[in-house]
């Protein structure tokens, strides 16, 4: 069984910086993928970032930039720097990890909120 379990979110003004974590523990497989992804409110959960076990790194349109996903493979953990943060990036963000085919294991989720 595999265990996610993410933290850093919290409540930042608008173009300010949080960094979030996610650690990956349990039956993990050294070639497995690892994402961010995010749902606002009457929104679909929506793909922000993802890493592969070879270090390949693809974002969604949105982040412009903004923010930057890192993995440490050896630790199981994967990590969102975002910053230039907008009142639109306010979500729960989830971390996932699976195998290609897979449905994989999901994080219960760390609520982001950027307002003034």
């Known amino acids: 069984q595999v265990q996610v379990v993410e933290s850093g979110g919290g409540l930042v003004q608008p173009g300010g910086s949080l960094r979030l974590s996610c650690a990956v523990s349990g039956a993990v497989s050294s070639r497995n993928v690892m994402a961010w992804y995010r749902q606002a409110p009457g929104k679909q959960r929506e793909l922000v970032a993802s890493v592969t076990s070879g270090g390949t790194t693809d974002y969604a349109g949105f982040v412009e930039g903004r923010f930057t996903a890192s993995r440490h493979n050896a630790r199981n953990t994967l990590s969102l720097q975002m910053d230039s943060l907008k009142p639109e990036d306010t979500a729960v963000y989830y971390c996932?990890?699976?195998?290609?085919?897979?449905?994989?294991?999901w994080g219960q989720g760390t609520q982001v909120t950027v307002s003034s």
């Open positions: 996932r990890t699976w195998l290609r085919g897979t449905t994989g294991s």
